[in-house]
Structure formats: C-alpha cells, structure tokens
C-alpha cells in the first residue's frame, strides 16, 4: 500500500512527520509512507524546509491519502486544485467532514 502524506507550505511538523514515521515503523511488508508536496521543498509554519519524496501527482495514485494541517491546507484544499483527480471517500467529496454522527 502507498500512502501519500500531502504537505504544503505552512505544514503542522508533527502531522506529517510523525505521520510518516509511525506508518512506516509499524505498517506491514509493503505499505509505505511518503512526504508528498507541491514543490521540491515546502517550509513548515515554524521555518523547518522537508525536501518532497513524492510529487503532489502521486496522490492521484495512491491507495490512501493523509492531509497534513498548516496554515494553508484548508485553503488549498477547499480549493480543489491540488488534488483534482483524487478518488473521494464514499460520502461525498474527500476533504469534507461529515456533519457528527453520519
């Protein structure tokens, strides 16, 4: 299984790092986890630069899709753009969270 971890611009450190290690650490024989950005190196809220490990593309590809928090992911997601193509949740659009208890 590969399991993209979207990170942007402004990404909350502990979501994608930890994310990406706990996975890796503990998933079984081949799942993996892999820092996937926009750009070649995106900069955390807090000023630490992470090189991508995969393109955004990747996500389209991929068997499962972590959205990293930041100061921008909302925005980017709610806009669309960065992950038109990706396949959604049963339920509606992907980066929607259902109303509690549905």
């Known amino acids: ?4 971890i979207l990170t942007f611009d402004g990404f909350n450190e502990i979501d994608s790092f930890v994310a990406s290690y706990m996975i890796n ?5 081949g799942w993996r986890a892999e ?3 926009a750009s070649p190196v995106v900069e955390s809220g807090r000023g630490v630069r992470v090189s ?7 996500a ?4 499962a899709v972590v959205v990293g928090s930041g100061k921008l992911t909302a925005r980017l997601v709610e806009d669309g753009g960065c ?8 339920g509606g659009s992907w980066w929607r969270r259902s109303a509690p208890g549905r």
């Open 25 to 29: 650490r503990a998933a079984p024989p």
């Open 1 to 4: 299984m590969r399991i993209a």
């Open 83 to 90: 992950c038109r193509g990706c396949r959604s949740t049963p």
């Open 60 to 63: 389209r590809e991929a068997d």
């Open 35 to 37: 820092i996937t950005c």
């Open 52 to 58: 991508a490990q995969q393109p955004l593309e990747f």
